[in-house]
Each structure stands twice: as structure tokens, then as C-alpha cells.
């Protein structure tokens, strides 16, 4: 007689021994070898799971049972990334502690997973909610402010307008939140900073001491990302404030012919009351604050903006007064939050000179500008440069950055990363 395949008889049954004799708990067996596998913790909603949780579990399920099956000591945990605003909001609105819902979901997530007999330990199990948890997270945050790498910030976030909470770019599809369809908006919110970016050089060389793929190495690095340049102060005409921005190309400052600061930088409140177009600024930031930074810095995209009446900035190597525009190409989380503008050699920034007639200089040879034909930047020759002409681009750079530093008095060679 052909034997039938019950799953909720023989998938249970299994499951039970499995918990019984703790099939995949990890051991305290030094003489095997050791292998960790870890996943993503899930945020446990009351929604239960989706297929995204499941589909790297199974993955990384297979990986671990082979490794047990070779011999391995496998440590394959599971925990629930339980804080946060939906929860709270979600408590508020049904008028359920906070605590009960996190439980009641945990508990849903868990039963699901329990149920699809993946291997995790759970005796290992983390919940980010428990105190025995967080007090260690409380605990490497005070290490981390007491050692000046955690700081305080005004940062333009993805602000739900229904769910009062910031969200991540993943999580805005077509300008509004993925859990509750409500509109998202740009807004800035004070919130604590790590300095992720002081190590960045180090993760970046340590990548060629780990075992990685090749193609995982390349992509952390790409995603990291270091640059060289400078840092270049441009004055406000009649002003003591300076327009900081960085680049990495300080060799092209003679042909910088305009200047494109953040919908969000702090000048424009600052001086608002000096800006003639204030309204026509407001309803472009309000504008500007419906788009996530991907649509924002999307290279395709028309190029909008509105140039600042009233503020204008003086390019300190040939002091020429050059206008001052808002785009929201330019993101304040980036750098500076401003950027000079060389339409000569640079293709976002030649498209925008194109719409709004901003004159272009060329000052790199062997190109042409008006077809947004650029030659090499890299290896070019400096032309319209004042004394830096004739010189080859990595010449100039020397060159340019020994003058900034003479008359700034200060060294303005730095690495953006």
C-alpha cells in the first residue's frame, strides 16, 4: 500500500523531537569545528510574516544543516528586532500596552517559524524589548558618546505623516509609506548621529584581510565609498558666513559658475529675511520634501531649482560673484550640503546650466561643452585658469591646493567617505 505524506501529522511530530532532544542546539563541544549563521532579525508586526522572511531563512537553513551534517558545532540563532513606532502607534490606537502587543506578535512570528521547521537554536533566542538585552545596547552607547562618536544632529528624514515615525528609502514607494499608503514628506528632526564615517578608511582596508568573496568585497567597498579632495570655503558677498563645500576636483575652481545648496541648509533660514523670492524658496523646499533621496539624485530626472535674489557668493581664486541656486539634487546629507557647480565638466551640472542659461567655462581642454562632449578630466590640460593655465590636471591640483591653503591659513585637504 502506497504511504501517504500528512503534513500536519508528520511535520508536528517531527518538530516535537526535534524541540524534545534539541536537534540544533549549539554545544559547548571546543574539539568540533565552529560555524556561525546568522540572519537578519525580523520586526515582529501583527501582520505574521511575509515572504521576505522566509526566503533567506530557507537559504541559510540549508547552508546550516549541511554544516551539522559535516560535523560542524552550529550556531544558527533567532530574535525578534522589536522596537518600535508602528508598535506604539498600533498600542495607542487599540489601547494595548506597548509590551502586550510586542509579546502577542513575538509570540505569532515564532509559531510561524516553529511551524516551517527551520533549524534555529532557540535557546539562543534575543528579544531587543528585554531588559537583559538592551541594557548591554544602553551600556555601548554611553561608550560611544563618552568617546565623542556619538553626537546630536538635525537631519532631514522620511516622516510619515500618518505613522509620526521616520522611515527607511526602502521603505517610501511612490512617495507614500508602504504600511499605511499615507504621504511622506522630507522633515528635519534632531536625532542622535554615530561617526560611522571616522573608521571608514579602516573598514575599508581591512576588507582585503577577510574572507569575502570577491564580488561582496567590491560592493562594501563601493557602498562605503572614498574620495579624495578638498573642503573650499566661498564667501557670501557682504557677508562674514562662507559657503563650505567639498570636492574632489579643486583643480576646476575657475570654472565654477554657480553654486547649489540643499533645499534643507540652515542659510536659508538664516538669511531669509534677505532672500527677495522667500515664497518661491518655501513652496520649492515644500515641494522638494515629497521626493525621497533616491528620486532626488535620480541622474535621468529634469534638473529643478530656483536661484536665492539676495545671496550670491565670490569664488575665492578669481573673485567673481557668482549666483546661488536651491536644488534638491543636492541632499543635506551628503557632504556639505552645498556644491560648486562646473558645467564645463560635469554632466548634472552642464544639464542644469542648459535649462536655466548659466554661463559655461571651459577649463580643461579637448572637449566640447556645448554638445556636453567632455574631454578626459582626469588627464587633460588646464585652459581659462588663471595661473594654473597650462598646467596638467594632477600639476594643478598641487598647485591649487598650496595656494587655498596660503591664503586660508589652514590645511583644507580632507577625505569625504
Not at 513575538?106 to 537583559?132: A, H, I
Not at 571608514?200 to 582585503?208: F, K, V
Not at 529643478?304 to 567673481?320: H, Y
Amino acid at each position: 500500500m502506497k504511504a501517504s505524506y500528512n503534513p500536519k501529522v508528520i511535520e508536528k511530530k517531527w518538530q516535537k523531537i526535534w524541540e524534545d532532544e534539541k536537534a540544533f542546539a549549539a554545544t559547548d563541544d571546543y574539539s568540533r569545528p565552529k560555524y556561525y549563521a546568522l540572519v537578519e532579525f525580523p520586526y515582529p508586526s501583527g501582520q505574521g510574516l511575509h515572504v521576505g522572511h522566509p526566503r533567506p531563512y530557507t537559504a541559510l537553513d540549508i547552508v546550516a544543516r549541511k554544516r551539522r551534517m559535516q560535523g560542524y558545532n552550529v550556531l544558527y540563532p533567532m530574535g525578534w528586532d522589536a522596537f518600535g513606532l508602528p508598535t506604539e502607534n498600533y498600542a495607542i490606537k487599540n489601547k494595548i500596552h506597548p509590551k502586550v502587543v510586542t509579546k502577542n506578535n513575538v509570540e505569532r512570528f515564532k509559531g510561524q517559524l516553529q511551524s516551517l521547521g527551520y533549524s534555529f537554536d532557540w535557546d539562543r533566542e534575543v528579544n531587543t524589548t528585554d531588559p537583559n538585552y538592551y541594557k548591554w545596547t544602553q551600556w555601548i552607547f554611553l561608550k560611544l558618546f563618552k568617546a565623542g562618536l556619538a553626537y546630536k544632529s538635525e537631519m532631514p528624514i522620511n516622516w510619515c505623516i500618518s505613522c509620526k515615525c521616520g522611515l527607511a528609502n526602502e521603505e517610501v514607494v511612490n512617495g507614500v509609506c508602504e504600511r499605511c499608503g499615507s504621504e511622506v514628506v522630507r522633515k528635519v528632526k534632531s536625532q542622535w548621529m554615530l561617526k560611522i564615517t571616522k573608521y571608514a578608511d579602516r573598514l575599508i582596508d581591512d576588507l582585503d584581510d577577510v574572507d569575502y568573496i570577491e564580488r561582496v568585497r567590491v560592493s562594501q567597498k563601493n557602498w562605503i565609498g572614498r574620495s579624495n579632495g578638498a573642503e573650499v570655503d566661498f564667501k557670501l558677498k557682504g557677508k562674514e558666513e562662507t559657503l563650505r563645500i567639498y570636492t574632489t576636483r579643486p583643480d576646476t575652481l575657475f570654472g565654477v559658475t554657480y553654486m547649489v545648496v540643499s533645499p534643507e541648509h540652515p542659510y536659508l533660514d538664516q538669511f531669509r529675511e534677505e532672500i527677495k523670492n522667500w515664497d518661491e524658496i518655501v513652496a520649492y523646499r515644500e515641494a522638494a520634501a515629497r521626493k525621497s533621496d533616491f528620486e532626488r539624485t535620480e541622474l535621468a530626472k529634469e534638473k529643478t531649482g530656483v536661484e536665492i535674489d539676495g545671496i550670491t557668493a565670490v569664488n575665492p581664486v578669481n573673485g567673481e560673484e557668482i549666483p546661488v541656486w536651491v536644488s534638491d539634487y543636492v541632499l543635506m546629507s551628503y557632504g556639505t550640503g552645498a556644491i560648486m557647480a562646473v558645467p564645463a565638466h560635469d554632466e548634472r551640472d552642464w544639464e542644469f546650466a542648459k535649462k536655466f542659461n548659466i554661463p559655461i567655462v571651459e577649463v580643461i581642454a579637448g572637449g566640447n561643452v556645448e554638445e556636453a562632449a567632455f574631454t578626459d578630466v582626469a588627464t587633460g590640460t588646464l585652459v581659462n585658469s588663471g595661473f594654473l593655465t597650462g598646467k596638467s590636471v594632477e600639476d594643478a591640483k598641487k598647485a591649487i591646493i598650496e595656494w587655498l591653503e596660503k591664503v586660508i591659513s589652514r590645511k583644507i585637504i580632507s577625505k569625504a567617505n
